[in-house]
T-cell receptor, first 114, second 115 residues
Framework: GAGVSQSPSNKVTEKGKDVELRCDPISGHTALYWYRQSLGQGLEFLIY????????KSGLPSDRFSAERTGGSVSTLTIQRTQQEDSAVYLC????????????FGPGTRLTVT | AQSVTQPDIHITVSEGASLELRCNYS??????LFWYVQSPGQGLQLLLK??????LVQGIKGFEAEFKRSQSSFNLRKPSVHWSDAAEYFCAVGAFSGGYNKLIFGAGTRLAVHP
C-alpha cells in the first residue's frame, strides 16, 4: 500500500518568503507528527496531531511556524517569513492507532532558504 | 525523563566486517524500543522493534538487536556489513508523555562502509 508522501521533495526559497510543506499520511492513520532535521543533526520534534487537533505544539520553534490538518488526513506545515536557519529537512510521520508507538516516515522535504 | 543515548556519532567499518551500534536508554518502565535507518536523501525506515518477550529481535536487511535490561541497552548488530548499509541509524524509545505516545530519538550514528 501507499506510504507517507510529502511534497515538494525540494524547495528553494528566498529569505522572507512564506512556504507550505505538505504531508499525506497513510490512509486511516490518526496520529501525525512533524520533525525537523538540520544538517548533520538528529530529529527535532515540531508538532503532533491526533485527528484534526494538535494537542502538542511545543516543538514549534517560533510563531512563524504553524501547521494544520484537515479531514483527519493531509497536513500542511507553514513557515512564514523564512530565515536561513529554517533550512533543513522536514519529515512527517504517521501512526495507525492510539496506543501504538510505531511511526511511519515520509521521504521528507528539503528546504533551502537563500 | 526518558532519553536515548547513542555514544558513537560516526563509525567506519570494512565491507564484510561485523557491526555493532550502541544504544542506551533511560525509561522507568518496560521500554518499547526501535531502530530506524535513514539512507541518504530518504526518510526513516523501521529496521526492528522490541516490545516484550524474546530479548533478541530480528529485523529487516539482516539486522538484529538485543535488549539487555540490566545494562539499559538495545544494541544493533549485523554479522557482515554490505556497502549499501552506509546510512544513519537512529535508536528510539516509546514514551507516553503529555497524554500521547511519542518516540524519543537518539542523536543518531552515521555508518560509513569501506570497500
Amino acid at each position: 500500500g501507499a506510504g507517507v508522501s510529502q511534497s515538494p521533495s525540494n524547495k528553494v526559497t528566498e529569505k522572507g518568503k512564506d512556504v507550505e510543506l505538505r504531508c499525506d499520511p497513510i490512509s486511516g492513520h490518526t496520529a501525525l507528527y512533524w520533525y525537523r532535521q538540520s544538517l548533520g543533526q538528529g530529529l527535532e520534534f515540531l508538532i503532533y496531531f491526533q485527528g484534526n487537533s494538535a494537542p502538542d505544539k511545543s516543538g514549534l520553534p517560533s510563531d512563524r511556524f504553524s501547521a494544520e490538518r484537515t479531514g483527519g488526513s493531509v497536513s500542511t506545515l507553514t513557515i512564514q517569513r523564512t530565515q536561513q536557519e529554517d533550512s533543513a529537512v522536514y519529515l512527517c510521520a504517521s501512526s495507525p492507532l492510539v496506543g501504538t508507538y510505531e511511526q511511519y516516515f515520509g521521504p521528507g522535504t528539503r528546504l533551502t532558504v537563500t | 525523563a526518558q532519553s536515548v543515548t547513542q555514544p558513537d556519532i560516526h563509525i567506519t567499518v570494512s565491507e564484510g566486517a561485523s557491526l555493532e551500534l550502541r544504544c542506551n536508554y533511560s525509561y522507568g518502565a518496560t521500554p518499547y524500543l526501535f531502530w530506524y535507518v535513514q539512507s541518504p536523501g530518504q526518510g526513516l525506515q523501521l529496521l526492528l522493534k522490541y516490545f516484550s518477550g524474546d530479548t533478541l529481535v530480528q529485523g529487516i536487511k539482516g539486522f538484529e538487536a538485543e535488549f539487555k535490561r540490566s545494562q539499559s541497552s538495545f544494541n544493533l548488530r549485523k554479522p557482515s556489513v554490505h556497502w549499501s548499509d552506509a546510512a544513519e541509524y537512529f535508536c528510539a524509545v516509546g514514551a507516553f508523555s503529555g497524554g500521547y505516545n511519542k518516540l524519543i530519538f537518539g542523536a543518531g550514528t552515521r555508518l560509513a562502509v569501506h570497500p
